[in-house]
């Protein structure tokens, strides 16, 4: 079946500093991708809808400089955390949906702890 | 935008009775409702869909029921085991798409 990888799977950085997350699906081409972020004990929370080719689609509240989305190609979208803080620790998943299949597959997740 | 409310929040039942999760949605244009199992720091796994065409899905021990006029949907586990205790969590959009979530229900299974 359609596979989507993400990576890195855990990441700590220090505050101030960018981190990237990726985002690829192995077997079929996505035009749009989706990024969510989870808190410990909560709910997913959609951030962004991410377009191939063109801007992403940020969500009410969710800081466009700070995330800043990139999706380049049909396989790839890429989330990167600028000047993060604590308070940016968290899982961020993504997921891609399969036209063709009318159903989404979701990366592996990535863990980000800010020091 | 979409708005799903899921209830109950925490839910604990005896291994061999049944759980049931519900949810509701708020965009009647919503057409496609997942439900995904979660474990810690993993990624959410599908365990059933349904779309709007149709009223009831059934997967061996889950069911999922939709009611579009009322814009709810609920889940059904029957004979609970152990290995059912997880947090779910359900979801709406509009086809297989951006998925909003509810805000999920921590499911424990007492032997």
């Known amino acids: 079946g359609a596979v989507v990888s993400q990576h890195p799977s855990r990441v700590i950085c220090k505050s101030g500093t960018s981190v990237k997350i990726e985002c690829r699906s192995l077997?079929?081409?996505?035009?749009?991708m989706f990024w969510y972020r989870q808190f410990p004990k909560q709910s997913l929370m959609l951030m962004a809808t991410?377009?191939?080719?063109?801007?992403?689609?940020?969500e009410q509240g969710v800081e466009k400089d700070k995330f800043l989305i990139n999706h380049a190609s049909l396989t790839l979208s890429t989330l990167t955390v600028t000047s993060a803080h604590p308070e940016d620790s968290s899982f961020y998943i993504c997921?891609?949906?399969?036209?063709?299949?009318?159903?989404?597959?979701f990366g592996e997740g990535s863990w980000l702890t800010v020091v | 935008g979409e708005n799903v409310e899921q209830h109950p929040s925490t839910l604990s039942v005896q291994e061999g009775d049944s759980a049931v999760i519900k949810c509701t949605y708020s965009?009647?244009?919503?057409?496609?409702f997942p439900w995904y199992k979660q474990e810690l720091g993993k990624r959410p796994q599908l365990i059933i869909d349904?779309?709007?065409?149709?009223g009831e899905k059934k997967d061996q021990r889950i069911a999922v029921t939709l009611n579009k006029t009322a814009k709810h949907f609920s889940l059904h586990i029957t004979e609970t085991q152990p290995e059912d205790s997880a947090v779910y969590f359900c979801?709406?959009?509009?086809?297989?798409?951006?998925?909003?979530f509810g805000q999920g229900t921590r499911l424990t299974i007492n032997p």
């Open positions: 997921s891609a949906p399969v036209v063709s299949g009318n159903t989404i597959y």
């Open positions: 965009d009647s244009a919503s057409n496609y």
């Open positions: 349904i779309r709007s065409n149709v």
């Open positions: 077997d079929f081409q996505a035009t749009t």
């Open positions: 991410s377009n191939e080719g063109s801007k992403a689609t940020y």
């Open positions: 979801a709406a959009s509009q086809g297989a798409q951006k998925l909003v």
